[in-house]
């Protein structure tokens, strides 16, 4: 069975500092994981997705996440954030069905 | 412009009454799904269908009714039989769920219903 967990429920970052916001997951097979974020009272957007090809992937909006299968880690980064970041995030991994994380809201203080 | 839209933005409701969500999209996508969002939790599966005339229930299905008529369209009832039923609803599709392990979802911009 597959599972995600997000690891913090809350990040505040300062605008034009780096963030990180964690994810491990859980499955029995090489799993297919995305990134998305939604802005209050909106959908969810695709950021990026891992599907067994390069390990480092890049996404829209200047992020990126790196598939470590040894540490079950999918960890989303971004090298300086900005105030229009500031949105919840959901790491997903597909076993047939998306299955999603708790959620991450990124605060970003000006 | 390809997407999904979801109508109304916001609903309002009496305790006791059925109300369907609309959920349209043109990409396509043989696979459709209804989600549940309650204030900081995840997403909650409601209903699947992957192709016309047939769905899933997903993780909590009770209370709620949907149909697949046509490829484009993927309405959802919230009934009276469902205890808690003020959130925000979210609709997506995807290419065929079929072995389709990588294919990822592309949602509406939601629902707000509130039951009174």
């Known amino acids: 069975a597959q599972s995600v967990t997000q690891l913090d429920s809350h990040v505040s970052v300062s605008e034009g500092t780096p963030v990180l916001l964690r994810c491990n997951y859980s499955?029995?097979?090489?799993?297919?994981l995305f990134w998305y974020v939604q802005h209050p009272n909106k959908g969810l957007q695709l950021l990026l997705k891992y599907t067994s090809a390069a390990t480092l992937v890049k996404g829209i909006n200047g992020f990126e996440a790196e598939f470590k299968k040894s540490e079950t880690s999918f960890h989303l980064t971004k090298p300086s954030a900005h105030m229009s970041d500031a949105a919840e995030y959901f790491c997903v991994v597909s076993g047939g069905k998306l299955i999603f994380g708790q959620g991450t809201e990124l605060s970003v203080k000006p | 412009d390809g997407g999904i839209t979801q109508s109304p933005k916001y609903l309002f409701r009496k305790e006791g009454q059925n109300v369907t969500l609309s959920c349209e999209q043109n990409?396509?996508?043989?696979?459709m799904y209804w989600y549940r969002q309650d204030p900081g939790q995840g997403l909650r599966l409601i209903y699947y269908?992957?192709?016309?005339?047939?769905?899933q229930k997903g993780d909590i299905a009770e209370g709620y009714s949907v149909s697949r008529e046509k490829k484009e369209s993927f309405p959802l009832t919230v009934t009276s039989a469902q205890k808690n039923p003020t959130a925000f609803y979210l609709c997506?599709?995807?290419?065929?769920?079929?072995?389709?392990?990588?294919?990822?979802?592309?949602f509406g911009p939601g629902t707000r219903l509130t039951v009174t």
């Open positions: 990409l396509n996508h043989d696979a």
């Open positions: 269908s992957q192709i016309v005339n047939d769905f």
């Open positions: 997506a599709s995807s290419m065929s769920l079929a072995g389709g392990l990588s294919y990822e979802q592309y």
């Open positions: 499955s029995s097979y090489s799993p297919s």
